[in-house]
């Protein structure tokens, strides 16, 4: 069984640095996608960040500039976040594709303080 587990959320002034980091558990036999996305209160979930297995990583544009993705070992997914900003704030999950299956992690709080 395959399991996500994110760490590394918390609290922080605006213009602060976060690093999340995605641990996997289980065996995925081939990786479409990895990524990111954040759920703010009282709004949809929204994609922050996405490596394909073309090679690509792409990045919503209220964070290009400040957030990196980047891959660790095995499927593990880790995303730096710098100057970050109040609008920031949320719920961050990690994500994988593996065909038409999709693994999501529980999530992790971020909140940035004005």
């Known amino acids: 069984q395959v399991q996500l587990v994110e760490s590394g959320g918390g609290l922080v002034q605006s213009g602060g640095s976060l690093r999340l980091t995605c641990k996997g558990s289980?065996?995925?036999?081939?990786?479409?996608?990895r990524g990111w996305y954040r759920q703010a209160p009282g709004k949809q979930r929204e994609y922050v960040a996405v490596?394909?297995?073309?090679?690509?990583t792409t990045y919503a544009d209220a964070v290009k500039g400040r957030f990196t993705l980047s891959r660790d070992d095995g499927f593990a997914v880790s995303l730096q976040m710098d100057n970050l900003k109040p609008e920031d704030t949320g719920v961050y999950f990690c994500?994988?594709?593996?065909?038409?299956?999709?693994?999501w992690g529980q999530g992790t709080q971020v909140t940035v303080s004005s």
């Open positions: 994500n994988v594709r593996s065909g038409w299956t999709e693994y």
């Open positions: 289980g065996r995925i036999v081939s990786i479409n996608k």
């Open positions: 490596w394909t297995n073309s090679g690509a």
